[in-house]
């Protein structure tokens, strides 16, 4: 027997597009799921480059669980723990786990800025940790004001169930995509025009996709804007530890502790061991607040999505090993340092460039403007699908993150091993220099376009309109 889905039986929130699966960022995982690459099995099959995972350094955490079995419940060693970590543990967290956590924090951040446990809120990933903060901060219909480019996934995170809107904060390649100002200014007046309540502001810091961080004269202004107009600022840090060479990261929790003027409590920090101890699959996502009410409001509603009491153990005693940790931050740097060079040089070969002061996250915003057709988002769709189709390669184009500029493309490496990457950068090369005068005019191709923001563009109008370059097809996994 065949039952067939009837929409009109299930909510509103079920039967939407919230969930923005339809965006090429999340079509390209369709192509991957259904042909993955291996390089024995499937030589020919699409390499996942649109997952922006750590996997260089799973060398590093096995042997660090094969020295300390007591860590897991589930090996002879540790089995005596079973009966205390498996009964009921309340939202609050192990506080060994939440001490850790604290820790790790402050480590990563050169422990230049101390972290209160008592603060620590979990939740299942930093998906959960920002869909909770959404809820707590804003009504449906309000919006936070999110810069650009900015990760797809955040259209789901925030909005799919809370209501709450996006608008984006254009920036420009002239100026490496810096966040300014005026653009922060314009964004938020033309909100008011619309009758639209802006209720925060969301960074990522180091940028996902741009692998960019921001200065410490920009986080400045960032809070000092927050502050004067009264709204939430919520920092996303979840690549602080992937930061690989000069200069060095710079949390909003450093800025806090300076001279400047600010209301703590419109600060919150999203945090995950996702990114930084490459365990997407573990669900460690940690909300900190400085606000007392955000606090007691999130670890409510964290009942939702906690981490489970086996991972929160194993994590507690991992995370308070000093020198495995230090250990670690520090050849996950090396690695990812080489990975990129690597990369980048194999790119450089074949003309392609990327944007220069990325020194951070487990990617590249790749520039290939040259390649297009024509100075369009039609033409960065249609080169995208070639690459999807026929290179065979999953990244990601600028359009799903919302860049102005046609051309840009995410492509991430660290999640793959060397020979894969090889075979990557091997297809990279033949496709460009397959017929590469019919594949871009005469004249190059660069972007000097300045498209100004002249209302804000809300999330739910561009992947509704009818000039959207984003296909209408579903997707049956989605990830980050």
């Given amino acids: 027997m065949v039952f067939k889905l009837n929409n009109h039986l299930l909510s509103g929130i079920a039967s939407s597009n919230g969930h923005g699966e339809n965006s090429p960022y999340f079509e390209g995982w369709k192509a991957y799921d259904s042909n993955p690459h291996h390089l024995t099995e499937n030589p020919d099959g699409v390499i996942q480059m649109g997952l922006a995972e750590n996997q260089l350094c799973f060398d590093l955490i096995q042997d660090w669980l094969k020295n300390n079995p007591k860590a897991s419940i589930c090996t002879p060693e540790g089995v005596n723990e079973f009966r205390e970590v498996a009964i009921f543990q309340d939202y609050h967290g192990l506080p060994e786990f939440r001490n850790a956590v604290a820790k790790f924090m402050e480590k990563v951040r050169g422990n230049k800025v101390t972290f209160d446990p008592d603060r620590i809120v979990m939740n299942g990933g930093a998906t959960g940790a920002h869909e909770t903060i959404a809820f707590c901060l804003a009504d449906p219909g309000e919006a936070f004001l999110v810069p650009t480019p900015y990760y797809p996934g955040f259209d789901r995170d925030l909005r799919w169930r809370t209501g709450v809107k996006l608008i984006p904060v254009d920036s420009e390649s002239s100026s490496n995509f810096k966040v300014t100002r005026e653009a922060l200014e314009n964004a938020y007046e033309m909100a008011k025009l619309d009758n639209i309540k802006v209720k925060g502001l969301l960074i990522t810091n180091p940028s996902n996709p741009l692998g960019t961080m921001l200065d410490r004269e920009t986080l400045r202004s960032i809070v000092s804007f927050i502050n004067e107009k009264n709204i939430h600022l919520v920092c996303d840090e979840i690549y602080a530890a992937t930061v690989f060479s000069q200069p060095d990261f710079i949390s909003i929790a450093e800025i806090l502790q300076e001279d400047i003027e600010c209301n703590l409590d419109l600060v919150h920090i999203v945090y995950s061991l996702s990114k930084d101890m490459g365990f997407p699959g573990l669900r460690v996502g940690i909300i900190y607040s400085y606000n007392d009410a955000v606090v007691s409001c999130a670890r409510k509603m964290s009942s939702f999505g906690l981490v489970s009491s086996q991972t929160q153990h194993m994590i507690a005693s991992m995370l308070s090993d000093d020198e495995f940790v230090g250990k670690f931050i520090r050849e996950s ?121 002249s209302s804000p563009r809300i999330y739910d109008d561009f992947i509704n309109s009818p000039r959207s370059p984003i296909p209408q097809s579903p997707l049956v996994r989605a990830r980050t």
């Fill in 333 to 453: 740097k090396r690695r990812l340092a080489a990975r990129h060079r690597v990369f980048t040089y194999g790119l450089a070969q074949v003309s392609i460039k990327c944007l220069k002061t990325s020194n951070a996250g487990l990617f590249l915003w790749m520039d290939l403007s040259g390649l297009l057709k024509e100075k369009t988002f039609e033409s960065e769709m249609a080169l995208w699908r070639v690459i999807i189709h026929e290179v065979k390669l999953n990244v990601s184009p600028g359009c799903s993150f919302h860049c102005t500029e046609p051309g840009w493309f995410r492509v991430c490496f660290a999640n793959m091993d060397d020979q894969t990457m090889q075979v990557a950068l091997s297809r990279i090369r033949t496709f460009v220099n397959k017929d590469v005068d019919t594949k871009k005019p005469k004249k190059t191709l660069r972007w000097q376009g300045s498209l100004k923001l």
